[in-house]
């Protein structure tokens, strides 16, 4: 699906079923929470941490979702368009970094 589908999506969605969206405060305050929801999981399941028994039945790629809907709410709520944007910073990034990442050592 391509991001412009996204967040059209998520605009229809807010507008039937969600009143209104949150402020941009808001939002970035509920990213902050999701994007903490992944790394306890991250940490827990893939890092040094144990995993609690409660949380191992969480969905990373519910969490996941859960910050790519927030992200799209916030695209969409500051006129972004996040397709345009995305795939501006990947060829930024392709021109950018091709080179600096198979020439570090560290990655080898």
Do not use: P
């Amino acid at each position: 699906m391509e991001l412009q589908t996204a967040q059209a999506k998520v605009d229809k969605w807010i507008k039937e079923h969600g009143v209104r969206y949150f402020n941009e405060l808001t939002n970035m305050a509920q990213l902050t929470e999701e994007v903490g929801e992944v790394a306890r999981i991250v940490a827990r399941r893939y890092g040094e941490q144990s995993e609690k028994e409660s949380d191992k039945s969480k969905d990373l790629g519910e969490e996941l979702a859960d910050v790519l809907f927030v992200v799209l709410c916030l695209a969409n709520q500051t006129g972004v368009d996040l397709q345009r944007a995305f795939d501006e910073k990947l060829d930024l990034k392709t021109k950018r970094d091709h080179d600096r990442h198979h020439n570090n050592q560290k990655l080898k």
